[in-house]
Structures are given as structure tokens and as C-alpha cells.
């Protein structure tokens, strides 16, 4: 159905935006890609963006003149492919790490929350008797003159020592 063409002649197709020769690179190329990405945990909506993406990547360094063809142009292409492919597992491994990270982060505050908790109960305890009972009616939503007055201490200013 599609017959063989020059790297050149697909090159200036791509150029020219010609639809023949993105069918062409469609029926020739894709499933190269396909059998790379479903290999490497990807599924065939990675396929079609993977193989959007490398046709984009291609056209715009026909465009402005970074094209540096070292290989045939189905190797360049699955090069590009899968370049892009690797970045997006790189991607998808840090946003897995962070979850991880973000699931694993609860249990390190409620460590720290226990952890702060015991640290001023110890404090606490140590303090004097009335100085505890200042900190529990503040604690308890007391202002100091209510404090003052239930403490029978001369004014709030006491309260606040």
C-alpha cells in the first residue's frame, strides 16, 4: 500500500505539513514505538501522545534547522520516541515517589505530635503547682484577671509571671 521513500523526501513532507507523508510515517513507524512503550509499562494512550509528541519534536527541528541526522530517519524518530517515553517514566516515578512520601508523612506527624506532646508534659511537670494551675485555667480559655481573681492573686499581672 505505501512504498518505500527517502529520509529526504519524508523530511521535506513533514516540512510541507503533507498529510501522505505523516500516513506514511503513521504506517511505518508507529508500531516500532508502540511495542517499545507497552514494553516499558506504558499503555496505548502513551503510545498516541508519545507518537504525537516525537511528530511535533520532528517537525520543529526540520523547522528551524536543528535536525542533525546521524542514522536513518526511522532510528532518529524512535530515538526521539523514546526519549520522550523515559522522560514521562521519570515523571511518573517522582509523582509515585511523592505520594509515597505523602502517605508515609501522616504517620511522621503523628509521631512528632507525640513526640512534642510528651516534651511538654515533662516541662509541665515540672513547673510549680500554681504555675500549673495559671497555664490549665488559660488553657481552659481564662483571661488572666479571671485567672487573677479565681487564683485570689493581687491583680492579673501576677497571672502573666
Same mark, same amino acid.
Given at each position: 500500500?505505501?512504498?518505500?521513500?527517502?529520509?529526504? !523526501?519524508?523530511?521535506?513532507?513533514?516540512?510541507?505539513?503533507?498529510?501522505?507523508?505523516?500516513?506514511?510515517?503513521?504506517?511505518?513507524?508507529?508500531?516500532?514505538?508502540?511495542?517499545?512503550?507497552?514494553?516499558?509499562?506504558?499503555? !496505548?494512550?502513551?503510545?498516541?501522545?508519545?507518537?504525537?509528541?516525537?511528530?511535533?519534536?520532528?517537525?520543529?527541528?526540520?523547522?528551524?534547522?536543528?535536525?542533525?541526522?546521524?542514522?536513518?530517519?526511522?532510528?532518529?524518530?524512535?530515538?526521539?520516541?523514546?526519549?520522550?517515553?523515559?522522560?514521562?517514566?521519570?515523571?511518573?516515578?517522582?509523582?509515585?515517589?511523592?505520594?509515597?512520601?505523602?502517605?508515609?508523612?501522616?504517620?511522621?506527624?503523628?509521631?512528632?505530635?507525640?513526640?512534642?506532646?510528651?516534651?511538654?508534659?515533662?516541662?509541665?511537670?515540672?513547673?510549680?503547682?500554681? !504555675?500549673?494551675?495559671?497555664?490549665?485555667?488559660?488553657?481552659?480559655?481564662? !483571661?488572666?484577671?479571671?485567672?487573677?481573681?479565681?487564683?485570689?492573686?493581687?491583680?492579673?499581672?501576677?497571672?502573666?509571671?
Amino acid at each position: 500500500m505505501f512504498k518505500k521513500i527517502s529520509d529526504k !523526501s519524508i523530511i521535506e513532507g513533514i516540512r510541507n505539513q503533507d498529510d501522505t507523508t505523516l500516513n506514511w510515517l503513521y504506517n511505518n513507524y508507529y508500531n516500532t514505538v508502540s511495542k517499545h512503550i507497552l514494553k516499558n509499562n506504558g499503555v !496505548s494512550d502513551d503510545v498516541s501522545d508519545v507518537f504525537q509528541d516525537t511528530i511535533i519534536v520532528l517537525y520543529n527541528q526540520i523547522t528551524d534547522g536543528t535536525l542533525n541526522l546521524t542514522s536513518d530517519l526511522k532510528g532518529y524518530f524512535f530515538g526521539i520516541a523514546r526519549n520522550i517515553w523515559n522522560t514521562q517514566l521519570r515523571k511518573k516515578r517522582k509523582t509515585v515517589e511523592l505520594e509515597l512520601d505523602l502517605l508515609q508523612e501522616p504517620e511522621i506527624e503523628e509521631d512528632n505530635d507525640r513526640m512534642y506532646e510528651r516534651i511538654v508534659n515533662r516541662a509541665f511537670q515540672k513547673l510549680k503547682p500554681d !504555675s500549673q494551675a495559671v497555664l490549665n485555667l488559660y488553657y481552659e480559655g481564662c !483571661s488572666y484577671d479571671e485567672i487573677a481573681v479565681k487564683m485570689n492573686l493581687k491583680n492579673e499581672g501576677y497571672a502573666r509571671r
